[in-house]
Antibody, heavy 122, light 114 residues
Framework: QVQLVESGGGVVQPGRSLRLSCAASGFTFSYYGMHWVRQAPGKGLEWVAGIQSDGSRKLYVDSLKGRFTISRDNSKNALYLQMNSLRAEDTAVYYC???????????????WGQGTLVTVSS | DIVMTQSPDSLAVSLGERATINCKSSQSVLYSSNNKNYLAWYQQKPGQPPKLLIYWASTRESGVPDRFSGSGSGTDFTLTISSLQAEDVAVYYCQQYYSTPRFTFGPGTKVDIK
């Protein structure tokens, strides 16, 4: 069965960096686009970034461009989110999610991990 | 950017009764070349990640009970729970995937038992 397991969250000081990982299993990872979605405490869902199956196309929400970088290693079935210059408002649970589409397009998110909590605080 | 709105913000429904959630997009999410609405619905129970319920506005995901149904086209959509069960208490989000790279979600509708 499809499994997505995030890791790398924790407490980090403002201005510092953190790298999140998502380990995928139960499907052919290299076929699917992947995404990061975050949820601030008590708030709604915010899409953060997405990456095409071969890593050739990367998408970001405008407000985060330049600070966050999405990447993947298909040989390790792993998705990453490098987060730099972190701010208090980046505090959230970060979910990785699989895109349903196996072509060059993006679609809805059919599987989600349990999430990893990032807390930005001094 | 396409802005998604939902109504109501919350609702309380008696067990066995119908729950209706509305979602509106600021512009059409209907792709004319394939006549598909790029709209999904997700359910998020407390302490859990979101779960896909409906995609293409009205296609139920495998394993989702048939009391959940989606309808609508263009800019106006509805998620209906025909007979509310206790396990349906959750927040429900709509999402458009028409306008990439911006996969915007609605603000969510909380469903409780009356």
């Amino acid at each position: 069965q499809v499994q997505l397991v995030e890791s790398g969250g924790g407490v980090v000081q403002p201005g510092r960096s953190l790298r999140l990982s998502c380990a995928a299993s139960g499907f052919t990872f290299s076929y699917y686009g992947m995404h990061w979605v975050r949820q601030a405490p008590g708030k709604g869902l915010e899409w953060v970034a997405g990456i095409q199956s071969d890593g050739s196309r990367k998408l970001y929400v405008d407000s985060l461009k330049g600070r966050f970088t999405i990447s993947r290693d298909n040989s390790k079935n792993a998705l990453y989110l490098q987060m730099n210059s972190l701010r208090a408002e980046d505090t959230a649970v970060y979910y990785c999610a699989r895109d349903n589409d196996v072509s060059d397009h993006f679609s809805y998110f059919d599987y989600w991990g349990q999430g990893t909590l990032v807390t930005v605080s001094s | 950017d396409i802005v998604m709105t939902q109504s109501p913000d919350s609702l309380a429904v008696s067990l066995g009764e119908r729950a209706t959630i509305n979602c509106k997009s600021s512009q059409s999410v209907l792709y004319s070349s394939n006549n598909k609405n790029y709209l999904a619905w997700y359910q998020q129970k407390p302490g859990q990640p979101p779960k896909l319920l409906i995609y293409w506005a009205s296609t139920r995901e495998s394993g989702v009970p048939d009391r959940f149904s989606g309808s609508g086209s263009g800019t106006d959509f509805t998620l209906t729970i025909s007979s509310l069960q206790a396990e349906d208490v959750a927040v429900y989000y709509c999402q458009q995937y028409y306008s990439t790279p911006r996969f915007t979600f609605g603000p969510g509708t909380k469903v409780d038992i009356k």
